[in-house]
């Protein structure tokens, strides 16, 4: 093995260390605490800088970038409001379990405990959304923090990790030793997972529920040998003939119903927030629940496993009995599907994503938050799990767009789908100059219904139809995307719809389809 040592600047061995850990890609805007780590990426060609509009869009990208590929995405921002402008995508990852790296400025470590310039504590802002902060104030601790930062932003249940850098770390020196690294991130499975067979045995109607972090192969492999029917929370993905649908409050009917005729639940992989248990009673839900996770959870059940799902997942398989539940399989299989309620004959929502289920082959979708992601999750049919990518955790509206710009990167350009409502996509809408700068061939699909079309069906449910502040008034969409020379389309009629498609489609620029749908859409929804 070669080694050289060489003296560095802070700014330098940041490039180094993240070059070592196979980062090929930074999202991120500049501001003059900085500026040391910007002038060397300009000297590089091995990490590409993303510029992009707005701080939280570089920190979307970059979860967008890390969900597409299972990588490390990595955000770089300046101090002060640049700092705190990347909170909600720290969140947002957080909530997700996607692995970030977040790079914050701060001012000269002198000037940490005195009143500064754009100096904010955001180590105590960002203790409640990532796994773990630092701060660097020595450039003797700068390379180690790099590494520990992304071994845990990578390992166990998955998430961001930030790195406050004070100025003069950035333009201090080292004498650095480079050599090549081998990353190899062991993780503890040594569990008991008897308590699971023995459950998994004794049950004549068992599920599974299979979450973001639930491994494809594995939860298809039990489910085929025991005859066991799979649901999925909205952030899951199932390959299986076992497959039955989304489970939720926003979820399919048939899925629900299956749960609560069950004698035996066995989560993988997910939070099981309230937008799941809020469907049952708490103790029919947690009286019958097998709940496999990476992190402990206090959500009650009657037997918990914490570790790699996929690696205790084999071990169960190994032990189990072969079991015949088909009749139970087919039972769930055969319950009639939810028929979807039109209102009018408009363009609905639902016209637009069937029409883009046949078009889009292989693309990575993205969405925005609302009815369209909801009816997205649902439609939409995919080769793998990081061809969908959304906000489930926190449901952060502006997420869409950037996180579709930080997969078509990670995919070396690739045209990438963007499900958008009209009041998501003016959350991130500037992020349009970052598509045209770098040619990114993004489709941008607006279901356009003139409302915050979610929170208005809850006040139609809800309060008796006062749709007090969810009506929207709308820029033109068409000629947004021309200002910017991207391609604008509208479509008003199902006619317009297929030939709108293959015009966007057949084009190498970014281009926004503005869909007019029916204003008063719902979309099912479902409770005890």
């Given amino acids: ?18 070059k070592c850990l ?6 991120g805007y500049p501001g003059s605490v900085v500026l040391n780590l910007y002038n060397e990426l300009s000297k590089q060609s091995n990490i590409k800088h993303i510029l992009t509009r707005h701080e939280q869009a570089a920190c979307h990208a970059a979860d967008g970038y890390a969900r597409a590929t299972g990588k490390c995405g990595v955000v770089l921002v300046t101090a002060g409001p640049g700092a705190t402008n990347i909170v909600t995508g720290l969140a947002n990852a957080y909530l997700d379990c996607s692995p970030v790296i977040a790079i914050t400025g701060q001012v000269l470590s002198k000037k940490l405990n005195k009143e500064a310039f754009q100096k904010v504590n955001i180590i105590d802002i960002t203790k409640s959304c990532t796994k773990k902060n630092f701060q660097v104030t020595d450039i003797n601790e700068l390379q180690k923090t790099i590494f520990e930062a992304h071994r845990i932003a990578m390992t166990g249940k998955k998430g961001p990790v930030l790195i406050d850098i004070t100025k003069d770390v950035l333009s201090s020196t080292i004498t650095s030793t480079t050599e090549n690294t081998i990353l ?16 998994l045995n004794n049950s004549a109607k068992p599920v599974i529920i299979s979450g973001g972090g639930a491994p494809t192969k594995a939860v298809k492999a039990i489910s085929e040998k025991l005859n066991i029917p799979i649901v999925r929370t909205m952030m899951g993905y199932v390959d299986s003939d076992n497959y039955i649908g989304m489970v939720g409050i926003y979820g399919d009917k048939k899925a629900n119903k299956i749960l609560k005729e069950s004698d035996l639940i066995f ?14 009673k708490s103790e029919d839900f947690c009286n019958k629940l097998l709940y496999l996770d990476i992190k402990p959870s206090n959500i009650p059940a009657k037997v918990k496993i914490v570790g790699d ?10 032990q189990v009995k072969q079991s015949d539940n088909k009749i139970w399989l087919e039972y769930a299989k055969n319950i009639e599907s939810s028929v979807y309620a039109r209102r009018s004959n408009l363009l609905h929502s639902i016209d637009v994503i069937n029409e883009i289920q046949k078009y889009k ?18 439609i939409l049919k995919f080769s793998s799990k990081n061809k969908f990518i959304t906000s489930g955790g926190l449901g952060t509206m502006g997420f869409g767009f950037p996180a579709a710009i930080g997969a078509s990167i990670a995919q070396k350009g690739s045209k990438v789908i963007c499900i958008a409502g009209d009041g998501s ?21 607006i279901l356009n219904n003139g409302y915050l079309g979610m929170v208005r069906q809850i006040q139609e449910n809800n309060f008796d139809e006062n749709y007090f502040a969810t009506k929207l008034t709308n820029p033109d969409f068409v000629k947004l995307a021309q200002s910017y020379g991207a391609l604008g389309i509208r479509v008003e009629k199902m006619a317009d719809l297929k030939p709108a498609i293959e015009k966007a489609f057949s084009s190498d620029l970014p281009a926004i389809i503005d869909c007019i749908v029916e204003p008063m859409e719902l979309i099912e929804h479902q409770s005890i």
Avoid at 309 to 318: F, Q
Avoid at 361 to 378: N, P, R, S, Y
Avoid at 426 to 439: P, R, S, V
């Fill in 267 to 280: 989560a993988i992989g997910t939070r099981l927030n309230d937008r799941v248990t809020s469907c049952f």
């Fill in 1 to 18: 093995m070669q080694t050289l040592t060489k003296t560095l600047t802070g700014a330098q061995l940041i490039i180094q260390t993240l």
């Fill in 184 to 199: 190899n991130y062991e993780q503890c499975n040594s569990v008991n997972i008897q308590g699971a067979v023995d459950l």
């Fill in 361 to 378: 082959q292989d693309m990575t979708v993205t969405t925005e938050v609302g009815q369209h992601q909801i009816l997205a999750a649902k």
């Fill in 309 to 318: 799902a996929e690696i205790i997942l084999d071990k169960i398989s190994e």
């Fill in 22 to 27: 196979g980062v090929d890609s930074i999202f």
């Fill in 425 to 445: 996509f003016q959350m991130n809408m500037q992020e349009l100059a970052t598509c045209m700068q770098y040619k990114l061939p993004i489709k941008v699909f």
